[in-house]
């Protein structure tokens, strides 16, 4: 009989956003259910995975491949309920990962376009070279009848600002090269914003961003299903929050 609902989450691709994500989770637990004390919180395993990324190196996914599923072995093994990966770059394995386990996996594409605003707004896609190459946010919003907005020139000034944010953290020249993707998003009649990068997160909320009638994080959206999947477990087993 299960006595509580446990989440598992696979982070570790880049390390640095681990923590960043329990936050969101802590976030989300206090806005959609009221979580206050400790107590209140879902039962979560978190194993830092760090999967090595040459994605063009001959043999190089079937090596990132034999570092998944040690990573989620070990989190079936500890029986959790729900799993999160939060990495657009990882997505890309997510069929792979339904081979593996056998639980509700929370699919980070997914969750983000479903969590869009209905109205249908012309948004910028903001993502690594990886990401789009892989080309899962452009089918899915696609499929989705999604207008988006994405070139060549965008895709220059993201890099250079994750670049300088790997770099250089929030620095003056990172501030500048965000409120330049603004004002290029802007002029190309652009009125949201998707991001699905993890350094680009900690520019939502700088100058430039206000201009914007909506901004969706896939970090947020992923947080945020996450804590949805918690609860809808909970219920359906009788069980009290937390």
């Known amino acids: 009989m299960t006595t509580e609902i446990v ?44 999967v090595p990324f040459f994605p063009n190196k001959a043999g190089g996914n079937e090596i990132i491949k034999e570092h998944l599923f040690r990573g989620i072995d070990r989190l079936k093994n500890a029986q959790i309920h729900i799993l999160a990966v ?9 069929d792979y990962i339904k081979e593996i386990i056998n639980i509700p996996i929370l699919n980070i594409v997914n969750v ?28 899915e919003l696609e499929n989705n009848n999604i207008h988006f907005f994405h070139n060549d ?7 250079q600002l994750i670049i300088s944010l790997k770099q250089t953290g929030l620095s003056s020249h990172s501030l500048k090269l965000w409120k330049k993707i603004c004002n290029y998003c802007l002029d190309n009649n652009c009125d949201s ?13 700088y100058e430039g961003s206000e201009y914007f009638t909506h901004i969706t994080d896939s970090y947020d959206a992923l947080a945020s299903a996450c804590v949805k999947k918690y609860l809808l477990l909970s219920q359906q087993n009788n069980l009290k929050f937390g």
Do not use: W
């Open 153 to 159: 020139e965008l895709q220059d000034n993201v890099s």
């Open 193 to 205: 914003i998707i991001n699905t990068n993890s350094e680009i997160s900690h520019c939502l909320k």
């Open 86 to 94: 939060p990495s657009n770059y990882i997505h890309h394995y997510y």
């Open 7 to 50: 989440l598992g989450i696979l982070t570790g691709h880049g390390p640095r956003t681990t923590a960043p994500f329990l936050d969101r989770i802590v976030t989300f637990c206090q806005n959609l259910y009221g979580a206050k004390l400790d107590s209140d919180l879902p039962h979560m395993l978190i194993y830092s995975l760090p």
């Open 112 to 139: 983000t376009v479903e969590s869009l605003p209905k109205n249908n707004p012309k948004l910028a896609l903001l993502a690594a070279n990886s990401t789009i190459d892989n080309g899962s946010y452009q089918k």
